[in-house]
């Protein structure tokens, strides 16, 4: 059972462009919600993160937005560049329990220049 | 540099033939997982461990072992490597509690 959802598998988008992934969890309970980015030949990396308390995040041309009520979140990027290209995975997890991050599927951004 | 080292990188290897991935952090991290991460599937957990001799399986155990016997190391055992198991495999460790992994490069796995 995924416990995260996450969509489109694939995107493409041209420079200067909104980069738009989405997520869906099930569990309430989860409590952290952080994005990773990975580049090919790399392991992935925290690139921002949520907790359920705030709407949305932003830091520099990254923003999360979230919805508690529809156990939705999404990434943003905005004026997407060709350095964006890579994939990203949304994930949750519960910090006061086992630790453990469930992760999305993914979703490889390519944007062209 | 605070890192999350694996070994090796790259492997190839025959059915059944005993193989050891290691991996190593020096962040002094209680939490450390390993999880497989295979094209439309994403990133799934194998086993984690919470802290030195506490370990327990992830969503996808089956054909692996782990050991954690230092707080620094966490080695993923595969006793008789299948085909199915061919896989890009990472590490990953964790302050208790922070939800932010620190992920190894990666050990790309071909079992033929």
């Known amino acids: 059972q995924q416990q995260v959802k996450q969509s489109p598998q694939s995107l493409i988008v041209q420079k200067g462009g909104i980069s738009i992934i989405n997520c869906a969890y099930e569990?309430?309970?989860?409590?952290?919600f952080p994005w990773y980015q990975q580049f090919p030949g790399k392991g992935p990396a925290l690139l921002i993160a949520?907790?359920?308390?705030?709407s949305e995040k932003k830091e520099g041309r990254f923003t999360i937005s979230f919805n508690k009520s529809a156990k939705q979140f999404s990434l943003h990027i905005m004026d997407s560049q060709p350095g964006d290209s890579a994939t990203y995975f949304c994930a949750a997890t519960l910090q006061t329990g086992a630790n453990n991050l469930f992760f999305g599927t993914g979703t490889r951004l390519t944007v062209i220049p | 540099e605070a890192q999350v080292t694996q070994n090796p990188r790259y492997l190839i290897t025959v059915t059944g033939k005993k193989l050891t991935v290691t991996c190593s952090q020096n962040?002094?991290?209680?939490?450390m997982s390993w999880y497989r991460q295979d094209p439309g599937l994403g990133l799934r957990q194998i086993y984690y461990?919470?802290?030195?001799?506490v370990t327990d399986k992830g969503d996808v155990p089956e054909g692996y072992k782990v050991s954690r016997k230092e707080k620094r190391n966490f080695p993923l055992i595969l006793e008789s490597p299948s085909p199915n198991q061919t896989s890009l495999y990472f590490c990953a460790s964790s302050l208790w509690g922070s939800g932010g992994y620190t992920f190894g490069s990666g050990t790309r796995l071909t079992v033929v």
């Open positions: 949520i907790r359920p308390d705030v």
């Open positions: 569990n309430t309970a989860f409590d952290y």
């Open positions: 461990s919470m802290n030195v001799e």
């Open positions: 962040m002094n991290h209680e939490y």
